[in-house]
């Protein structure tokens, strides 16, 4: 636990006093965001300093990486006795998916930037990026294994651990292709739900905390319950959950720390290098602590923001006329009349709601399966 909590720790100073580096960095550079035109009530906005998830990402890998030294340095001295906690796959997967994401995102911000426009790559490109450091993620976790011949990944789909249905049920070759097409779907979703989410100052960021938070107590419970020295019924087949655990709390960390300056009046935008690097991130931690079917309930706030853009393409384009007066879902509110902070902390605590509803369900389970 003390190594969990020393990541976390680590990350969030770092992106606490990283993230007023950056902005004076982009201010004197003038990378500053653009907002659509029928965006009135954001206008004022225009010039923000954007690509803020560059620190996210920063503080995470710094988390992560100085924690082991640190936590080295109490062990010699006497005030933490935690056992080793070498570097993993897992971890090392998650990470390239956050950093790799990133730079997607990255490239996609600076394009708004050098042409002076509110729409980067076009959706090509961006699939194309995505897709890439998607297939590489995905490879890596199904078919490295261990000494004992584990990988961080299975072909089967899972809930709260991996189910019956499995994609290889017409062959290992069969199931690596349908496992590709499946994380693509997971990490493409994801990515792009948190991007649609980041349109409110500090709303993306504060709901991305509770996730990852979640699925740090998850890693954790995987962790004290593994096969590996805990058999039985209720136990979880899961590869280097105990690193897992490290880097979803530094990433709430990181995001923890990017708040202070993200929340309104944000001093800092994050982008879509955070949003994009945060949404792959979610989705590589529920498919290698087998949880990929319990996703859309922590990160519920996502799909429902998600959702709302495809009912109102839907039925502009069935009917000709559209259900929200705006999406994404927080627009709507905004053209209500509702304040943005108000919007901002009830749709926290719908996130927070759902956070606890995905950790009962997990529970639940193992409870069940005594």
């Known amino acids: 636990m003390v190594n969990v909590l020393l990541a976390g720790a680590i990350s969030m100073a770092v992106a606490l006093l990283g993230t007023p580096v950056l902005i ?3 201010v004197r550079r003038e990378y500053g965001q653009f907002i659509r035109d029928d965006l009135t009530q954001h206008h004022h906005k ?16 710094v988390g992560y990486l100085v924690s082991r030294p640190v936590l080295m340095g109490l062990e010699a ?11 993993t796959l897992s971890a090392a997967l998650i990470l390239f998916l956050l950093v790799g994401l990133g730079l997607v995102g990255f490239f996609d911000d600076y394009t708004k930037i050098s042409k002076e426009r509110s729409l980067g790559l076009t959706s090509t490109q961006k699939l194309i990026g995505q897709t890439l450091v998607t297939v590489v993620f995905a490879l890596l976790a199904l078919l490295v294994k261990d000494e004992q011949g584990r990988a961080p990944a299975s072909t089967a789909i899972s809930f709260i651990r991996d189910t019956s249905l499995d994609l290889a049920f017409a062959g290992p070759v069969v199931g690596v292709v349908l496992f590709l097409l499946w994380a693509n779907l997971l990490i493409t ?19 991305s ?5 979640g699925y740090t107590l998850i890693s954790l419970w995987q962790f004290n319950q593994n096969c590996a020295w805990v058999p039985g019924p209720s136990c979880y087949e899961v590869r280097d959950s105990l690193d897992l655990a490290i880097v979803a709390c530094a990433i709430a960390g990181a995001c923890f720390g990017f708040l202070w300056w993200n929340a309104s009046p944000a001093q800092i935008i994050m982008g879509d290098t955070g949003s994009l690097s945060l949404g792959a991130a979610l989705a590589g931690l529920a498919i290698l602590t087998r949880t990929q079917l319990m996703l859309p309930i922590m990160g519920a706030l996502f799909v429902i923001i998600t959702m709302s853009v495809i009912i109102q393409v839907a039925s502009f384009k069935m009917t000709g ?3 929200f007066r705006m999406a994404p879902l927080q627009h709507h509110f905004e053209l209500l009349g509702w304040n943005e902070v108000t919007i901002v902390i009830r749709f926290w605590i719908i996130q927070g709601l759902c956070v606890a509803a995905g950790l009962g369900i997990f ?5 069940v399966r005594l």
């Open 321 to 323: 006329k559209r259900v």
């Open 24 to 26: 004076r960095f982009l």
């Open 209 to 213: 905390v509770m996730v990852f938070g």
């Open 189 to 207: 979703g994801a990515s792009n739900g948190v991007n649609i989410t980041d349109g409110l100052d500090g709303l993306a960021t504060g709901a």
């Open 46 to 61: 225009r010039g923000k300093p954007t690509m803020g998830g560059a620190v996210i990402i920063g503080a995470t890998i």
């Open 363 to 367: 529970y639940a389970e193992w409870v």
């Open 77 to 87: 001295s006497g005030l933490a006795d935690v056992g080793p906690s070498p570097f």
